[in-house]
């Protein structure tokens, strides 16, 4: 069983920062890439931005250069550094990672519960 748990979320000021974290537990034998989607109110989910095992990235237009994602392998981790946060950055975030089980060498994509980031003066 995999469990992805984020944190960081929160309230944050238009121009302001914040730094979203999502760990990865259970019998795991290997994390392929690992990224963020957000949903806004009334919107679809899409994605931020991910990141390989190898950390090769990619972003969405929307957020390049203000955003920043990145892993640590060893915690099964990943990060996204939001930066000069914007009103339409105001969504529930959710972590994703494709992961490969001890038990059985299945791999499939895992989500995390979602954290709410709010961006308001």
């Known amino acids: 069983q995999v469990q992805l748990v984020e944190s960081g979320g929160g309230l944050v000021e238009p121009g302001g920062s914040l730094r979203l974290s999502c760990a990865a537990s259970?019998?795991?034998?290997?994390?392929?890439?690992m990224g963020w989607f957000r949903q806004a109110p009334g919107k679809q989910r899409a994605l931020v931005a991910r990141v390989t095992s190898f950390s090769s990235t990619t972003y969405a237009d929307s957020v390049k250069g203000r955003f920043t994602i990145s892993r640590d392998n060893a915690k099964n981790t990943v990060y996204l550094q939001m930066s000069s946060l914007k009103r339409e950055a105001a969504a529930v975030y959710y972590c994703?990672?494709?992961?490969?089980?001890?038990?059985?060498?299945?791999?499939?994509?895992?989500w995390g519960q979602g954290t709410q980031v709010n961006v308001s003066s």
């Open positions: 259970g019998s795991i034998f290997s994390v392929g890439v």
């Open positions: 994703y990672a494709r992961i490969t089980l001890r038990t059985g060498m299945t791999t499939n994509d895992y």
